[in-house]
């Protein structure tokens, strides 16, 4: 086996391991989609918890995100500061996409899609598990 070959064969095993750990975080991260539930572009959004009708500074917000690809945790914070940042998965856990952005009852929505549009850069709906956390800004 030349070195070539032996790269090949290391990249394979590395996306066939890669895609074990995503089909164990999609059927281990089966959240419940109902009429609260936000349809997108190429995702469906769930939030995990009821949202109350006011939202405090720094209260935090869970949403699953469920692609073709993965499923990912977006928790948006109630900051000012619009930055963001992606956390690795550890061993059978979830990607965290953190957002601070300023968030209501009423732009919830919106919100949501700005955070997701702000990942797309890095890959987002098929967004990989990076190995280290990645900051972003959120536009």
Known sequence: ?????????????KMFTEWIERKKRKRSCKPHFGS????????IVAPIHMISDEIYDNQ???FYVETKYDVYLLRIIN???RRG?????KRD????????????????TKQVKRALNSVEKYGFP???NPKF???????
């Open 85 to 89: 940042i992606i956390c690795p998965a």
């Open 93 to 108: 856990g979830i990607i965290y996409i953190i957002s601070n952005l300023p968030v209501s009852r009423g732009n919830i």
């Open 60 to 62: 935090e917000l869970d």
């Open 126 to 128: 098929n967004l990989k």
């Open 36 to 43: 609260d539930s936000i349809k997108m572009k190429d995702c």
């Open 1 to 13: 086996m030349n070195g070539k070959d032996f790269v090949k064969l290391c990249f394979r095993e």
């Open 133 to 139: 956390e990645v900051e972003f800004d959120i536009e």
């Open 79 to 81: 900051k000012e500061d």
